[in-house]
Each structure stands twice: as C-alpha cells, then as structure tokens.
C-alpha cells in the first residue's frame, strides 16, 4: 500500500463521517424546524448529503454506476425542492 492510497483512504473515511454527520444534523432540522422554510431547506440539505455519500461511495468501490446515480439523485432532487417551495409558496405547483 502506498503512501497515496493511505492518504486516499484517510480522505474518504472522514468525508464519510463528515457527510453522514451534516445528514443526521439535516434529520433534526427537518423534525425540529419552527417553519415551512427550515424544512424545505433542510430536505435541499438532505439531498445535497445523500449525493455526496454516493459519490465518496463511488469513488471508494471506483464504480462508474454510482456517479450516473449521483446526477439523477441531483436532478430529483432540484426539482422537488423546486416544486415543494412552489407548492408552500402559491399552493399549486402548475399554474
């Protein structure tokens, strides 16, 4: 093992740690959040997470399958923080 690959190893086990820490704190805020707005936010943060724990897990196994997840995961994502703001916004989503 080289030096690079310990270092590469080091990297992605706190980015790990690190992403699943902000998703378990994003929780809280989705549960605890006083108004609509927090929530919506944090459900947007949610997402964000999930991609990178999804991309960190590809780049662990260095499959190429994990990253075309990662760009769904982001589309869905985009648009449903869109259409639930519209929704809390306007109350329809098409107008």
């Given at each position: 093992m080289t030096a690079?690959?310990?270092f590469l190893d080091?990297?992605?086990a706190i980015a790990f740690v690190a992403l699943?820490?902000?998703?378990?704190?994003?929780?809280?805020?989705?549960?605890?959040?006083p108004t609509s707005?927090?929530?919506?936010?944090?459900?947007?943060?949610m997402v964000i997470n999930a991609l990178g724990l999804v991309v960190v897990l590809g780049i662990r196994q260095g499959a190429q399958i994990y990253f075309e997840v990662s760009l769904l995961?982001?589309?869905l994502g985009f648009?449903?923080?869109?259409?639930?703001?519209?929704?809390?916004?306007?109350g329809d989503i098409i107008e």
């Open positions: 690079a690959s310990g080091i990297a992605l699943a820490l902000g998703q378990i704190l994003s929780m809280v805020r989705l549960v605890l959040g707005g927090d929530r919506i936010l944090a459900l947007d943060t995961i982001a589309m648009v449903s923080t869109v259409a639930l703001a519209r929704f809390i916004l306007r």
